[in-house]
């Protein structure tokens, strides 16, 4: 191969560009020239083809740096349509017009789905990203317990799983962690503590929201902060139990420190968070699960709850909520990201030169070789209709009764989690936060220079 393109796709991870930088790298070595297509799927639908050379004379330009979040190409939510033969074949067409022989493509399950269709017109591999760690596989059976039904209202599939595997090993998990699920509990992990000192000083209550979807892996890590109480989408809420708990704690301790997966849903199954909002690929936007608690817990414990301890006026005043929210996605990414990243983006790079199509780079953790990279073809992920599910937390790594990781939840975490900081993650804060420089310096992005090196496929 001669030419390779690379385009990040969904929404963005810490991560990105230690992806795109391992992969570009990776090309320089095999004499390869990448060509960034810009703003994901959403660039190759533009007529123009919005696209970037990453490495003139295989070397890769500056504006590449792997410790920068996000990602110098952009990204979008856009994605192909699997029903539009026209478009994939426009696609593949622009992509040949372009000189480019193969597409990398950075993403989550959606890009898989995406980049489907477009496999069957032009060699495509993925290489993961995912702040919610839900892109991969309990099991390798796992796509095979899903049961599909039609919801009779919509007609629409309905979803669910039958003769779940009870327990699991470690080793048996499919794409381990994935590029950006480090840095967000990094993120999240600080919030918490940081809540948890005014939480204790006012002696109140907080509810921390955090990312992740229908998927608890976010909240899991968040243990990191000692939150109290972890409430994670894969278990409903039994909103009795919390407020009795939430209660015993409030009178041990003065205060409780509460993490809520965005996801998380009530008795009936619906999600808390879901107030009908969508985002432009169709996914739930979640929003509101912790004022959703919050307005619980309000009305089981009552004025009269804070007042008979003397702590607060009313039950209102007494409970807060936080959403982590962008800052989960956002920044530099930590050292375990950065290094995982680099690996898969240059492995990615190594599985299209060897012919694969369809298939994605893994990383893959047992306690013998510790964490290594693999293929895995994306088929693999799906069911026996063709749907890739975002993987849920595997009920073993939770548990229910002192809503806390399980012992085999601590054992996942851990790998990753106890060297994930680097020393120079930690000297950077240092040196640069209280830069003097950064009151008088404006913020240099990535764009505009990345701008300056855009080219496109036509001037239509
Ligand atoms: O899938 C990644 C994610 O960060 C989720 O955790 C979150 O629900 C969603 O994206 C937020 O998306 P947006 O940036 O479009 O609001």
Sequence with gaps: MQRVGILTAGGDTPALNATIFGAVERANQLGIEVY????????????????????????????????????????????ISADSVDEMKTVAQRLEKLGIEGLICIGGDGTINGMQPISEQFPCVLAPKTIDNDLGLNYIEEP???????????????????????????????????????????????SINRIRTTAESHRRIGIVE??????????????????????????????????????????????????????????????????????PSGNVRFDGAAEALKSMLIERLGDGFFQSRRRHDTAESAIFTRMVGHTQRGGRPIQFDRFHAAQLGGHAMELLVRG?????????????????????????????????????????????????????????????????????????????????????????????????????????
């Excluded at 972890?230 to 409030?250: G, K």
């Excluded at 073993?396 to 990781?405: N, T, V």
């Design 36 to 79: 960034g297509i810009v703003k994901g799927f959403g660039g190759l639908l533009d007529p123009r083809v919005p696209y970037v050379p990453l490495n003139p004379l295989f070397s890769s330009i500056p504006e590449l740096d792997p410790c920068q979040g996000g990602t110098i190409l952009g990204a979008s939510r856009t994605y």
């Design 356 to 460: 694969e199509n369809n298939a994605l780079a893994v990383l893959q953790y047992n306690q013998d070789d510790g964490f290594h990279l693999m293929a895995l073809p994306a088929n693999k992920l799906r069911d026996r209709w063709g749907a890739i599910h975002p993987r849920n937390l595997h009920t073993s790594f939770y548990d229910c009764r002192r809503l806390q990781p399980s012992k085999l939840g601590r054992e996942f975490l851990m790998p990753i989690f106890t060297t994930a900081i680097g020393a120079d993650d930690v000297e950077h804060i240092r040196a640069d936060l209280f830069a003097p420089g950064n009151l008088s310096t404006r913020y240099q992005g990535f764009n505009i220079d990345v701008h300056k090196r855009m080219r496109y496929l036509t001037h239509e």
């Design 210 to 279: 955090v990312m992740g979807r229908e998927s608890g892996y976010i909240a899991l890590g968040s243990a990191y902060g000692q939150p109290d109480i972890i409430l994670i989408p894969e278990v409903a809420v039994d909103f009795e139990r919390l407020a009795t708990r939430v209660a015993e704690l409030y009178d041990l301790q003065k205060h409780v420190v509460i993490v809520v997966g965005e996801g998380v849903k009530g008795a009936e199954g619906v999600p808390l968070g879901d107030l009908g909002r969508r985002d």
């Design 144 to 190: 095979n317990v899903w049961e599909r039904s039609e919801d009779p209202e919509t007609g629409k599939p309905v979803y669910s799983k039958s003769d779940d595997q009870a327990e699991i090993e470690l080793g048996e998990i499919v794409n381990y962690a994935t590029p950006g699920y480090a840095t967000a509990v990094y993120v999240v992990a600080q």
